[in-house]
């Protein structure tokens, strides 16, 4: 963005923030945003990468705003385009994740997805990740990047942090990544300029105050509250640290930063707990305040579920879904209506847990129907890393191919093969086409599409 006006009283409100240096913030308002990605550890390719980020191994900036819609490994998942402060979230979590231990983690405000995938990447098999959004519309983005993202230890759920409450003890690390004033967005979202006023950061704080309440139960004693916004003003950051800190047994965490990365490292007025502040001009991102918590007492822990029932499962059936599946045993089936799901298999009691308190919305990896003796694959299936390669027919697509499977166009391909394919870009799934006699039946999903005509 050039020549930025900002809100009045905003670069007023900000001089007596930790770290804020009004010229080189301003100067950097001069420009464009920065474009960072952040690679699937999971689906190793050859995108084009630059410079790293510091505080992210899988972190890059790019030269130059690529047209993502037109790179088929986006669609397969390769990479999610991440702001590179935000990535500062992989760091926290690195810093205090128990080593060697399974951790329940709930991103509790998760949509689009950018700190569940980064999250994600981090965790084993055995570890679960609960991804979480309250507005039902934004929840299908965010089950669409978990996807792509291909891993099997994912649960998507439409709550409120309220219903959260119940889940007494159950996660051990707790990312609130909060709706906020979003002042550290003004280069990238012009309307957050706009709307910014010192009332709006008020409300903001109310809310922040009660989405943290709401979480508390559910953080069990020893684990770890991660707390961020993209807002610069102390009262959203460094008071909310005090609130939580004089309110709940809670203690802040040092967490290290290396000096060459220019991160401001702040303490809340009142109980000196610590923060991180990312201030465009000074660092090479957006802005963003992140702060560490580690709970010190027991909120009580939830009873264990006793199965109710369990769901007879058809042995057959489940013989010709695991043939789909790579180390088949890992995992447990579940039937939803007529959809076959797989998620790991530490993850059993867990789901049936979450399945009493909440609503999921997606549950590990949908392999898809039966239908008589066949299975009719799902596009979860060909974007997760848990399929069964050998088992299934794969169609390597060019550039001008993948990007009119991707379309959803009619493609015309010369193989003599038949029956269900997956249809892949550089060795990445993009999704499944049928090969029929004298056509290709085009299965990309229809509502992920691309609509817009190729940049000339
Ligand atoms: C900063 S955004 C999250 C961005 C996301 N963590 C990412 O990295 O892609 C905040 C999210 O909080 C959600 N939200 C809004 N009001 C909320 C509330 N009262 N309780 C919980 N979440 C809320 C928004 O819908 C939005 O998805």
Redesign the pocket.
């Known amino acids: 963005m050039s020549n930025a006006v900002f809100p009045p009283l905003f670069i007023d409100s900000l001089h007596s923030e930790p770290g804020f240096d009004e010229q080189s913030f301003v100067e950097a308002h001069q420009n464009e945003a920065l474009v960072s990605i952040r690679l699937n550890p999971f689906k190793p390719s050859d995108t084009q990468k630059g410079a790293p980020v510091p505080w992210c191994n899988e972190g890059f900036y790019l030269e130059k705003r690529p047209s993502f819609t037109f790179d088929p490994l986006f669609h397969a998942g390769a990479y999610y385009v991440?702001e590179a402060s935000?990535m500062f979230?992989g760091h926290i979590f690195n810093c205090v994740k128990p080593d060697g231990e399974p951790v329940k983690v709930l991103?509790?405000?998760?949509?689009?997805?950018?700190?569940?995938t980064?999250l994600n990447s981090l965790l084993n098999n055995t570890d679960l990740l609960v991804a979480?959004?309250?507005?039902k519309t934004?929840v299908p983005i965010?089950a669409d990047?978990l996807t792509r993202w291909g891993t099997a230890n994912s649960i998507v759920t439409n709550n409120?942090?309220r219903d959260f409450t119940r889940l007494k003890g159950f996660f051990d690390i707790i990312?609130?990544?909060?709706?906020?004033s979003?002042s550290g967005m003004f280069r990238k979202d012009g309307s957050a300029m706009e709307e910014w006023s010192q009332a709006n950061v008020e409300l903001c704080h109310q809310?922040q105050q009660?989405?943290l309440a709401?979480i508390y139960p559910a953080l069990k004693e020893d684990g770890y509250l991660i707390y961020?916004?993209?807002s610069y003003s102390h009262q959203e950051n460094e008071d909310v640290l005090d609130w939580l800190c004089t309110e709940f047994a809670m203690e802040s965490i040092n967490i290290p930063v290396q000096p060459d990365w220019n991160i401001t490292t702040s303490q809340s007025p009142k109980k000196g707990a610590y923060g991180y502040r990312f201030y465009p001009g000074k660092i090479l991102g957006e802005g963003l305040f992140a702060a560490c918590l580690k709970k010190t007492n027991d909120s009580g822990t939830l009873p264990a579920h006793k199965n109710s029932g369990q769901q007879k499962l058809p042995i057959k059936e489940i013989a010709l879904v695991k043939e789909y599946i790579k180390d088949a045993d890992n995992y447990y089936y579940l039937k939803v209506a007529d959809d076959w799901l797989a998620i790991d298999k530490h993850h059993h009691e867990s789901l049936n847990t979450l399945h009493k308190h909440l609503y999921i919305k997606k549950s590990g990896v949908r392999i898809g129907k039966i239908a008589g003796r066949d299975l009719v694959p799902d596009h979860e299936l060909a974007l997760s890393v848990i399929i069964n390669k050998d088992a299934v027919l794969q169609i390597p697509l060019k550039y001008d191919e993948a990007i009119a499977y991707l379309r959803k166009d009619n493609l015309v391909l010369s193989t003599a093969d038949k029956g269900w394919s997956l249809m892949s870009y550089e060795g990445l799934a993009l999704g499944w086409a049928k090969l029929l006699p004298n056509r290709v039946n085009n299965y990309y999903p229809k509502e992920l599409r691309i609509l817009s005509a190729l940049p000339i």
Do not use: F, H, M, Y
């Open positions: 991440q935000s979230i991103d509790l405000c998760a949509a689009p997805g950018g700190k569940s980064l979480n959004e309250i507005i934004r965010l990047n409120d942090p990312l609130v990544d909060a709706p906020c979003g809310r009660r989405i709401d961020s916004t993209c």
